[in-house]
């Protein structure tokens, strides 16, 4: 508790230091997961409240809702947008994609800053096999209507996918998508390319733990320190699972004959509480994967395989939700419980109350955050030094010892 403490004060003394200039850092490549399958949340106007208290401006849903697109207007919030899985079939008809995009999108831009539309969701690993025969349809018309309709350009078309699209994963050198989708996914990436789109993953270490926690080390999907792995034909040293997940997505996209797609990921994240044969499901472990990987994200970092390209990540997710179905761990990703508090720090409570200190300086940008690019003329060595602090006061394995 005395080390705990001791990293504590240093750690405020450097970060009163840090916000006394006037600096925040930002990082262009965090955004996190809005799910609304719950029947407590707060309404949006506050939820948009909320993600700007603490310098969140990414953000992600699951559908078009009006009423959330209204409230994230002109709240310098991003935000991805997505198509349901049970409509694709119609979307698929050129005409109704244009109705669809004349309805649900071009009425709330340029206000609410909607950046991307994902079309459908796990649409390649769906329960329901027909689906994946109109999703590039469906990709290709909105594309087209949105052009047609003479919305921003700028807003890309694509898909999330899960880890399940993959033959093989390991080790990520060896990944491969599996033969009954190659066809399609051959298609959707050959659009990808074109209008230089990137993938979009949902990969959960997570998962890969519950199932074989006797053979996976914890402290490897935890991104804490331990040997890793490295790969044989690549000799790239893997420190973490996350970063050996996309670039087995890498690797699977490049055997299909496309290099050069960029790999996000769209969902990552630790339960909170899962029932009893869902080991790893603790507050801990959560707050150790999620706080570990926003430090990351904070550093700007890459995966081995590139490391010279930030890797951009979307937490899952924003609230627990109340409403889903499925095990206790479904119900339990959330950073924040309904009422707004926290279920536990990653540090954001750092971001919030240096936003409080650096409102009364003329010379902060409110635009600055943990999701967004630093302030303009902002000095490397100043990122360098928030980082350190930072390092000392979010949460890792070594602040839940006693000694």
């Not at 992600?60 to 409230?71: G, H, K």
């Not at 230089?196 to 998962?207: L, Q």
Request: one cysteine or more; hydrophobic letters at 40%.
């Amino acid at each position: 508790m005395t080390t705990f403490v001791r990293r504590m004060a240093i750690g405020y003394a450097f970060l009163a230091l840090f916000l006394s200039s006037g600096f925040l850092l930002g990082v262009a490549s965090f955004g996190i997961n809005y799910g609304q399958v719950a029947d407590n949340l707060p309404p949006p106007e506050k939820v948009v409240e909320l993600l700007t208290s603490f310098k969140l401006t990414k953000a992600r849903i699951y559908d078009t809702n009006p009423r959330v697109l209204s409230a994230f207007a002109n709240s310098n919030i991003e935000l991805i947008v997505t198509v349901e899985n049970e409509i694709l079939n119609q979307l698929d008809d050129p005409q109704e994609a244009l109705e669809w995009v004349n309805n649900r999108i071009k009425p709330f831009v340029p206000g609410t800053k909607i950046t991307a539309i994902h079309v459908g969701n796990e649409v390649f690993t769906d329960d329901d096999p027909t689906l994946i025969q109109y999703l590039v349809p469906a990709v290709v018309n909105i594309h087209n209507a949105i052009s047609q309709l003479g919305i921003n350009t700028n807003i890309m078309v694509t898909t999330p996918s899960s880890q399940a699209v993959l033959d093989q994963s390991y080790p990520p050198s060896n990944g491969s998508f599996k033969s009954e989708i190659s066809e399609i996914m051959t298609q959707f990436l050959n659009f990808l390319s074109s209008t230089k789109t990137p993938f979009w993953i949902n990969a959960y270490p997570f998962f890969a733990y519950k199932d074989e926690p006797s053979q996976i080390p914890l402290e490897y999907v935890l991104f804490n320190p331990s040997p890793g792995m490295v790969d044989p034909v690549t000799n790239l040293h893997y420190d973490n699972m996350l970063y050996a997940m996309v670039d087995a997505v890498v690797f699977a996209i490049q055997k299909l004959g496309f290099d050069g797609i960029e790999v996000k990921v769209s969902e990552t994240g630790w339960p909170s509480k899962g029932d009893s044969d869902e080991p790893g499901a603790t507050v801990q472990n959560a707050a150790t994967y999620n706080g570990n990987l926003l430090r990351r994200q904070m550093a700007g970092e890459g995966t081995p395989l590139r490391p010279k390209m930030s890797l951009e990540v979307y937490l899952f997710a924003l609230f627990n939700e109340d409403s889903k179905p499925g095990p206790t761990s479904e119900r339990n990703y959330g950073l924040f419980q309904p009422d707004e508090s926290m279920v536990y720090d990653v540090g954001l409570s750092n971001i919030k109350s240096s936003s409080a200190s650096s409102s009364s300086s003329a010379s902060s940008d409110p635009s600055v955050s943990l999701n967004s690019s630093a302030s303009k003329g902002s000095p490397k060595h100043y990122k360098s030094l928030l980082c350190w602090v930072l390092v000392l006061l979010l949460p890792t394995s070594t602040l839940w010892d006693t000694a």
